[in-house]
């Protein structure tokens, strides 16, 4: 079988579109599937390049947001996007923007099947454009990305039921698979189960956004019992690093944290151990399509808080209501983050739960039922 994958950006650290492709590539590959990638050139020249490389295309007035992002946008070339489509038995298209729904067009004229990954939710892009509440241009948007690209799919694939949920409810027509984007399980799974020890670690990983929203984080401070005890780790870069740096400090000058905030970006390797020191992991995005970041956190041991809102599958992982709080609450946020700080028995109790919680996410399962999802794409 040979997949061809279609995305703007798949080479540049920090990004979660980009992160997802690159482990789904590398796991057909160890399946045996014959696959090439179709992506905008990897800055890096000593790096890996997509098979099928696209020239960068750069947005005027919006690049340097972009680019803080961790993202590019690549240039629609037909002659490679024919020799590509021309090679493959079915086209994977990882995003809903207009490369992709060029690529879905030719596609359909050449004969050869497409499957489509909605690894964003509209609302991911507009915050970053300081219109988190353009509701119209958000319906405008997903609007276009179904008819330019899923509907043309056989297939779409679905990291979370709160994607499918959000398709189905804007008309998208073709058949949805909800399928985890998955990651590692070890055979021999270890649990860190850090126990209470000053300063407490409360540990938070993503892209350092608008709507990560992590300045929640930092406002629950204000409003925590032990906030003089915690050591909070921001992992993650992004446009809003200068921005919660200075509210950090701000907290450390007004005497309610004793110990500065870190910010950093760390390799797989570097952030497992970070993890394991953790006593809590704290996800605050009101957009999300899946978080496995906070899933490979509860991988470790460690107990997550969660906000939940219309738009967060991230609160799929949630045992319980002590690890959920109303998205942007910093006052209920504090309250769970003060509760698991006084409960430390229940908490590595909780912590040998989600860490079981977490093998339904599998990378296996999940890219056998891709391969499966291909399968019937080409048969179809």
């Given at each position: 079988?040979?997949?061809?994958?279609?995305?703007?950006?798949?080479?540049?650290?920090?990004?979660?579109?980009?992160?997802?492709?690159?482990?789904?590539?590398?796991?057909?590959?160890?399946?045996?599937?014959?696959?090439?990638?179709?992506?905008?050139?990897?800055?890096d020249p000593k790096g890996e390049q997509p098979e099928y490389r696209l020239r960068h295309f750069k947005f005027p007035f919006f690049e340097p947001i972009i680019q803080s992002n961790g993202f590019?946008?690549?240039?629609?070339?037909?002659?490679?996007a024919t020799e590509a489509i021309l090679w493959a038995d079915v086209v994977h298209l990882c995003e809903?923007?207009?490369?992709?729904?060029?690529?879905?067009?030719?596609?359909?004229?050449?004969?050869k099947p497409c499957v489509g990954t909605y690894h964003l939710f509209t609302e991911n892009i507009m915050a970053n454009l300081g219109m988190r509440k353009a509701r119209l241009l958000n319906?405008?948007?997903?609007?276009?990305?179904?008819?330019?690209?899923?509907?043309?799919?056989?297939?779409?694939?679905?990291?979370?039921?709160?994607?499918?949920?959000?398709?189905?409810?804007r008309g998208f027509k073709s058949e949805m698979r909800v399928i985890t984007n998955g990651m590692e399980i070890p055979a021999q799974q270890v649990i860190a189960n850090t126990p209470q020890e000053e300063p407490?670690?409360?540990?938070?990983?993503?892209?350092?956004?608008?709507?990560?929203?992590?300045?929640?984080?930092?406002?629950?401070?204000?409003?925590?019992r032990h906030a003089h005890r915690i050591q909070l780790h921001f992992a993650g870069k992004g446009p809003y690093l200068k921005k919660y740096t200075k509210m950090a400090d701000t907290l450390v000058k007004a005497g309610t944290l004793r110990h500065t905030p870190s910010f950093?970006?760390?390799?797989?390797?570097?952030?497992?151990?970070?993890?394991?020191q953790a006593?809590?992991?704290?996800h605050c995005a009101w957009v999300e399509v899946e978080g496995l970041s906070c899933a490979e956190a509860i991988r470790e041991g460690v107990v997550p808080v969660i906000a939940e809102g219309k738009l967060t599958a991230t609160s799929q992982f949630a045992l319980d209501e002590l690890s959920l709080f109303p998205e942007s609450d910093a006052r209920a946020l504090a309250e769970h983050i003060d509760w698991w700080i006084e409960h430390p028995e229940e908490r590595m109790v909780m912590g040998k739960r989600y860490a079981e919680s977490i093998h339904k996410y599998n990378a296996e399962d999940s890219t056998r039922q891709i391969i499966q999802m291909y399968k019937d794409s080409i048969a179809r």
């Open positions: 079988m040979k997949v061809l994958v279609v995305c703007n950006n798949a080479y540049m650290r920090g990004n979660g579109v980009c992160t997802a492709v690159v482990s789904l590539v590398k796991r057909l590959r160890e399946k045996g599937i014959e696959v090439r990638v179709m992506a905008c050139e990897n800055p590019r946008y690549a240039t629609y070339s037909n002659r490679v809903g923007f207009p490369l992709e729904g060029k690529v879905a067009r030719l596609a359909q004229k050449l004969g319906y405008l948007v997903t609007l276009w990305w179904r008819k330019a690209v899923y509907d043309r799919c056989t297939h779409v694939h679905c990291p979370t039921e709160t994607v499918s949920q959000y398709l189905q409810e407490i670690v409360v540990l938070c990983i993503g892209r350092l956004a608008k709507e990560k929203s992590q300045e929640t984080l930092l406002e629950a401070m204000k409003y925590s950093g970006f760390y390799n797989a390797e570097e952030l497992k151990a970070l993890t394991r006593y809590l992991y704290i």
